[in-house]
């Protein structure tokens, strides 16, 4: 083969290497063979470059000759392991594409002697160096040509793929490459010249920030900073910037990185960068930049070899990867090797390697000051991984003698996946994690230690735990106040059922709980023993209303079910009972039930064909709160019925009541009161009375003076016998004088009351008014019916008569002041009606005026308070009273 230039030609013929300069000259040689010196004939390719002469051998030697100089370089041979094929020479000779036997392409660089896979292709059709750009080279193979560009600025020069061209036709074969434009021939025909696909926007034209944008992609790929730089400027971008910075820091260009930082305003990256700009060693920067660019395995190669070999180990430290930075530290002797033995440590712990993490906690202990930090640390650390590894013993002493709340928790922890309950339960506790403490001396079967945790924790999970383990050891009494606590009530009732024998225990927490599997329970234990009724409301009181009515019915128990059901029932299901209740011949059952069901009519027509007054009551006050004219009218029908008038009077009179018809209703109370009080029964008319006054009061109605004279009459009628009790007989021969003259609304007791009206005058000293009433009974139609007992006193009273008695004490009027008689209920000066004093008899003062707290009539206090003292209740309502209960209307006056 032959290769020439402009200066020499040069021959390869049987391994000999003929080279003739072409230019002759004075002094200057003109012909060297290679190899030289009677070497062996082994010349496989040759190249030249410029005055450089470059063969190899098939033994794998690449020289390279100074023709200029007529002297080798110095170091110009370098030995490939296989024989060399080929060689293609850039065009000033400082790069070399060579390929050997094995038909693998590598890069070589004769600078520094260093050779590098090209992985991409084997065995091209051609290698053409660019002869504008020596760093590109385009590789040709078939119609297809993979572009590289040789990275000479790097700390590890290589060439780089930068892209793979399509644009040579097909069967052309590449010739020349000049400045990203690509020479080819087929046969004779023309050459024809194209671009490659990676140079296409840097030799055309943009037009678009698009087109722009691959420009400068394309440029910075060829190492082309300063025309990238250009096109950055224009497209001002953050994405552009970085990209521009990137590359240039591959190339070692820290002043374009810093530049294109400021550009993109990316501060932290400038904050890395800065410190890298009084670095002189080549492969203590590479590290640095590779550290940036997170190739950590790199930087650490390029850190061994730099003049600060300890930076590697401090990149394994800062990423915290200590298995790796280890060795480094020990290779290197490196003073941080403590430092890591203690990470390392912590890391083989997380990892689950205990038996060397406890090496190497133990070796921390050993140089580390006790009391440090790091040595407390390391303490705990040791403790942890000697219970991992089983010395259980003295991973414990070292927790405690630590006295480390968290590392109690940590070690407890540990012991607890070890199943060594009562040491971690210990731990627990003195790790301040009682929860756990307790859950675990329970497991381990310590309830003494226990029982004292769940009583401190106060907790309903704990107390029911702990009762669960006591109802497994058969404790039950232990464990039905533990349940109780932990409001587990289900278990107390079924305790208390079952192995305690106490169902009246069970019943109240069932009543207090509400506990709805625990009324189930009691309920099969009422039904079971007999206790039906029982058994009924506590399958409603859970929810098991099926169960409650079968049981009721099959047992006659149905009312106590309806009573149990009635406020929760529905609709539908009351119905359903007041039918049954009807069906049975229950009216009153029935009428209430279908008034909850709002079947008012059926109803009324039940409670009226009833017929007792409970039923009538209960029809009065169903058509007072529905007011509706058809009820109202059917029962007034009822009521006035001729046959059956005298016997519902007192019912016609509530049924107005209840309608707001009070003229109708006082007329018929008052002549029911009338008829009462004819015939003698004077309480009952005093308590209709009463009543009915309190309704209208309740309804803000006046109370008619009529009605409440005939009150008056009654209640002093009634309180004579109080007062005997109470020896006032002064005041009951004035009640008694107050009521015979008004005798004749007494007819059924005139002597009675005549009689004794003289006693009570007789004794109080009243012995006119004594003698005035014994008068009237020696009347004939009077005389015989005097009990035996008093005839012969009165007759005397008579015979011999005392006409002189003391004035009625006097008090004032509370309207207009004026001195009246104390009993006296009139005021002549200002014809005021006086409210009575419902304890005394008494005409009311202002100064000394209470109310009852229940009927709210008036009382003088200081009576009051005497009678509380022998009659605890108030002798209009006869509602209890107390002392504390009264009040003065106006103390002010009392003062």
């Not at 004032?812 to 004093?837: K, R």
């Amino acid at each position: 083969m032959e290769v020439r230039n402009e200066k020499y030609s040069a021959c390869l013929r049987r391994g000999k290497i003929t080279v003739v300069r072409l230019q002759q000259g004075k002094d200057r040689k003109l012909h060297w063979t290679f190899p030289s010196g009677g070497g062996a004939s082994d010349a496989s390719c040759v190249e030249i470059a410029l005055d450089f002469l470059i063969y190899g051998t098939k033994n794998g030697d690449i020289v390279h000759y100074l023709l200029e100089e007529d002297a080798p370089l110095l170091s110009t041979t370098f030995h490939h392991l296989q024989g060399i094929k080929r060689l293609w020479v850039n065009v000033i000779g400082t790069r070399v594409i060579l390929e050997d036997e094995m038909e693998h392409l590598f890069v070589y660089n004769p600078v520094s002697q260093e050779t590098s896979l090209i992985s991409e292709t084997d065995n091209p059709d051609n290698v053409l160096w660019d002869s504008d750009d020596s760093n590109v080279v385009v590789i040709s193979k078939g119609h297809e040509d993979m572009v590289f560009i040789y990275s000479s600025a790097s700390v590890s020069p290589k060439l780089m793929f930068v892209g793979l061209s399509t644009t040579r036709p097909a069967g052309f074969v590449p010739l020349a490459l000049q400045n990203g434009v690509l020479t080819s021939q087929q046969g004779s025909a023309p050459v024809q010249e194209v671009i490659l696909e990676t140079h296409k926007w840097i030799k055309g034209r943009v037009e678009s920030q698009a087109e722009r944008r691959m420009r400068f992609d394309q440029n910075i790929a060829l190492f082309h900073f300063k025309e990238a730089w250009n096109d950055a400027i224009v497209l001002n971008e953050i994405e552009v910037w970085d990209a521009l910075a990137k590359q240039a820091l591959g190339q070692m260009d820290l002043d374009l990185a810093l530049k294109a930082c400021q550009q993109a305003k990316d501060v932290k990256m400038q904050m890395l960068l800065r410190p890298l700009e009084h670095i002189e060693d080549k492969y203590l920067f590479a590290g640095h930049v590779m550290t940036i660019f997170g190739e950590h395995d790199t930087a650490q190669d390029y850190f061994l070899k730099s003049i600060h070999p300890q930076s590697a180990v401090d990149l394994r430290m800062s990423l915290q990867q200590w298995d790796r930075a280890l060795p480094l530290a020990v290779q290197l002797d490196s003073p941080s090797i403590h430092d890591i033995k203690w990470h390392y440590a912590q890391w083989l712990e997380r990892k689950g390697e205990y038996r060397q993490s406890v090496m190497h906690y133990q070796d921390t202990l050993k140089v580390c000051l006790p009391d440090t930090p790091r040595y407390s640390q390391a303490k705990t650390g040791l403790a942890r991984a000697l219970i991992h590894v089983g010395d259980i013993w003295k991973g414990k002493q070292l927790a405690i003698e630590c006295n480390d709340t968290r590392l109690f928790g940590e070690c407890a922890k540990i012991l607890e996946g070890l199943n060594l309950l009562q040491d971690a339960a210990e731990l627990y506790e003195m790790g301040k994690q009682p929860q756990r403490a307790t859950r675990l001396y329970i497991a381990a079967r310590n309830y003494s230690k226990a029982c004292l945790l769940v009583k401190e924790l106060d907790s309903l999970m704990f107390y029911n735990e702990y009762g669960r383990a006591m109802d497994g050891e058969r404790k039950y009494s232990d464990a039905s106040a533990a349940y109780e606590a932990g409001e587990d009530f289900e278990n107390v009732v079924r305790l208390e059922l079952g192995p305690l024998n106490n169902p009246s225990r069970a019943y109240s927490v069932v009543y207090e709980t509400k506990s709805i599997s625990g009324a189930f329970l009691a309920a099969k234990f009422c039904k079971g023993n007999g206790d039906y009724e029982r058994a009924i409301e506590f399958f409603i009181m859970a929810k098991r209303r099926d169960e409650a009515r079968e049981l009721a019915q099959l047992h006659g128990k149905m009312d106590v079910y309806t009573g149990l059901v009635v406020d929760i029932a529905s609709t539908e299901e009351r119905l359903t009972l007041a039918k049954y209740y009807e069906s049975t011949g229950n009216y009153t059952q029935a009428g209430l039930l279908f008034e909850r069901c709002n079947e008012t009519k059926k109803a009324l027509n039940l409670y009226l064909q009833w017929g007792s007054a409970e039923g009538i009551d209960q029809a009065i006050a169903m058509v007072g709160r529905l007011k509706a004219e058809e009820l109202i009218s059917q029962l007034f029908d009822f009521l006035t019925d001729a046959t059956r008038a005298e016997k519902t009077q007192k019912h016609l009179q509530r049924l107005h009541t209840v309608l707001g018809h009070y003229e109708q209703a006082t007329k018929a109370a008052k002549l029911i009161a009338d008829q009462e009080r004819e015939a003698g029964n004077y309480r009952s008319g005093h308590q209709l009375l009463l009543d009915y006054c309190r309704t209208l009061q309740d309804h803000g109605k006046q109370v008619p003076s009529e009605l409440l004279r005939q009150l008056m009459l009654l209640h002093s009628y009634i309180l004579v016998k109080t007062l005997i009790r109470l020896e006032n007989h002064r005041l009951s021969a004035r009640m008694l004088i107050r009521i015979v003259k008004n005798i004749s609304m007494f007819p059924a007791h005139v002597v009675q009351i005549l009689t004794s009206a003289v006693i009570e005058c007789q004794r109080s000293g009243l012995k006119k008014s004594a003698f005035d009433y014994a008068s009237m009974l020696m009347n004939p139609e009077y005389r015989q019916m005097i009990a035996p007992a008093y005839k012969r006193k009165i007759e005397k009273i008579v015979r011999k008569p005392e006409k002189v008695e003391d004035e009625e004490p006097l008090s004032p009027c509370p309207v207009c002041s004026l001195p009246i008689p104390e009993t006296q209920l009139d005021c002549p000066a200002c014809g005021s009606n006086i409210p009575f004093c419902i304890v005394s008899g008494r005409h009311m003062v202002l100064e000394d005026w209470t109310t009852c707290p229940s009927c709210k009539f008036p009382a003088l206090m200081s009576e009051f308070l005497k009678m509380l003292e022998v009659e605890k209740t108030c002798p209009m309502c006869s509602q209890p009273v107390a002392e504390e209960d009264l009040v003065l209307v106006n103390p002010d006056l009392k003062k």
